[in-house]
């Protein structure tokens, strides 16, 4: 079946650049997201790649997609301490189902 | 911006018992997701809900769950007889179209079985 995987934990300062990867194993994905889940509260979108494109960027988050290796990067500029969260890469198959990684904990030191 | 309520936001519930976990979803909405992440796990899909049935289902997704969308707004997953392993956080999620680039998530109700 699929599996997504990611690192478990990241610490950046504040300022710095985050680069969060991921793995996945499913090559007929549709589409790859990322969500942000900060303390008691629930996924929040923040940004998504289809699967013919290698790059997204949007305001300070680049999205870098290698179909190749089937690794998925998210990459957040200028890292504030209100970006400590969990960041969850999913990914979308045929059925519209998503798949998630098991979350990586983001902690932005000021 | 529009949000997706669940209720309670928090239950506990004894071996044995049936559950009603409680989703209103955007109003415009089509498409409907159950997920759930047990403690320390990841996130797994349940069920996805469109046209008044049931689209996919996992294998979790076993006799002992239905959903239903008794009145045109709310959206429910019912447990009809929980074990201990059902205790996790529960995430209803909806969409307006039927990939995920427009889905919503809930903040989750999270389910303590004992």
């Known amino acids: 079946g699929e599996d997504v995987e990611q690192s478990l934990f990241l610490s950046v300062r504040e300022g710095d650049s985050s680069v969060i990867n991921c793995t996945y194993t499913?090559?007929?994905?549709?589409?790859l997201y990322w969500y942000k889940q900060e303390p008691g509260a629930g996924l929040q979108l923040l940004t998504y790649?289809?699967?013919?494109?290698d790059m997204k960027q949007d305001q300070r988050l680049t999205v870098l997609l290698n179909k190749k290796d089937k690794h998925l990067s998210l990459r957040i500029a200028d890292t504030q301490t209100g970006d400590s969260a969990i960041y969850f890469c999913?990914?979308?198959?045929?059925?519209?189902?998503?798949?998630f990684g098991g979350g990586t904990r983001l902690m932005v030191k000021p | 911006e529009p949000e997706v309520t669940q209720t309670p936001s928090h239950q506990v519930t004894q071996m044995g018992q049936e559950v009603i976990l409680r989703c209103v979803p955007i109003?415009?909405?089509?498409?409907f997701y159950w997920y759930r992440q047990i403690l320390g796990q990841k996130v797994e899909f349940l069920v996805s809900?469109?046209?008044?049935?049931?689209?996919?289902k996992s294998e979790i997704f076993d006799d002992q769950f239905s959903v239903e969308r008794p009145d045109g707004s709310n959206f429910t997953l019912k447990i009809r007889s929980t074990k201990l392993e059902d205790s996790a956080m529960y995430f209803c999620?909806?969409?307006?179209?039927?990939?995920?680039?427009?889905?919503?998530f809930g903040q989750g109700t999270r389910l303590t079985v004992v």
């Open positions: 999620a909806s969409s307006d179209t039927a990939t995920n680039t427009e889905a919503f």
């Open positions: 499913d090559s007929s994905s549709t589409y």
């Open positions: 790649i289809f699967s013919n494109m």
């Open positions: 999913a990914e979308e198959n045929a059925g519209n189902m998503l798949t």
């Open positions: 109003s415009n909405h089509l498409y």
């Open positions: 809900f469109y046209n008044n049935e049931i689209s996919e």
